[in-house]
C-alpha cells in the first residue's frame, strides 16, 4: 500500500516496501555510477547498500520533498565513495585495485638506452652498421655474415672493429659518431 505525498510522489507505506521500491527502481544506476568511480564491482555494490540503508530511516523525508530521489541516492553514493577512498589514502590503500598490487618495473633506463644506442647506430656508414646489425643484433658469426653482405671474412672483421671503435669514442665523448672510412 502507497501514500501519497503533498507534492503528488507516492511513497511506501511500510519501510521493507521502501527498500524494496529503492532497490528495483535505483539499484543498478548505483552500482553503475559507483562502479564507474571505483573500478571495483564489488565495493561499489558494498557502497549501494550502504546508500540505501541510510536513506531506509529517511522515507518521509526522499519521499515528501519536490527533490529527485535519484539524485538524493546518488550524491549520498558518491559521498560514500569519496570517504572511502579518503580512508583507503590513509591506510595506503587502493580502492577498486585488487589486481594493481603488481609492481611494474621501471624500464625508463632500457628506454633511454635504445634511444642512444639507435642514434649512435645512426651515425656510422653504412656498412659499419650493417656488419654490427647482423652480428650482434641477428647473431650471426662473421662467415654468415660475410656471405651475406657479399664481402671476404676480414672486410667483415675490420668493419666490426672500426664499427666498435667509433661507437665507443662517440659514446665516451657524449658526440654522434662521425661517418669515417675503415
Known sequence: MNTT??????????????LHTLMSDHATA?????????????TAE?????????AW????????????????????????????????????????????????PD??????????????????????REVLVHTYLCGRTVQETARIVGVPVGTVKSRRHYALNALRTSSAAGTPVAHGAG
Do not use: C, F
Open 107 to 128: 624500464h625508463t633506463e632500457s628506454v633511454l638506452t635504445s634511444i642512444e644506442a639507435v642514434t649512435l647506430l645512426r651515425g656510422l656508414s653504412h656498412e659499419h
Open 46 to 54: 558494498d557502497i549501494v547498500q550502504e546508500t540505501l540503508i541510510r
Open 30 to 42: 548505483l552500482v553503475a555510477y559507483a562502479e564507474k568511480l571505483l573500478n571495483d564491482r564489488y
Open 57 to 104: 530511516p529517511h522515507a518521509e523525508r526522499l519521499y515528501g520533498t519536490a527533490g529527485s530521489v535519484r539524485g538524493w541516492l546518488l550524491t549520498v553514493t558518491r559521498n560514500l565513495v569519496i570517504d572511502r577512498m579518503r580512508s583507503a589514502v590513509i591506510r595506503h590503500e587502493t580502492v577498486g585495485a585488487d589486481d594493481w598490487d603488481v609492481t611494474l
Open 5 to 18: 505525498t503533498a507534492v503528488g510522489v507516492s511513497t511506501p507505506a511500510h519501510p521493507t516496501h521502501l
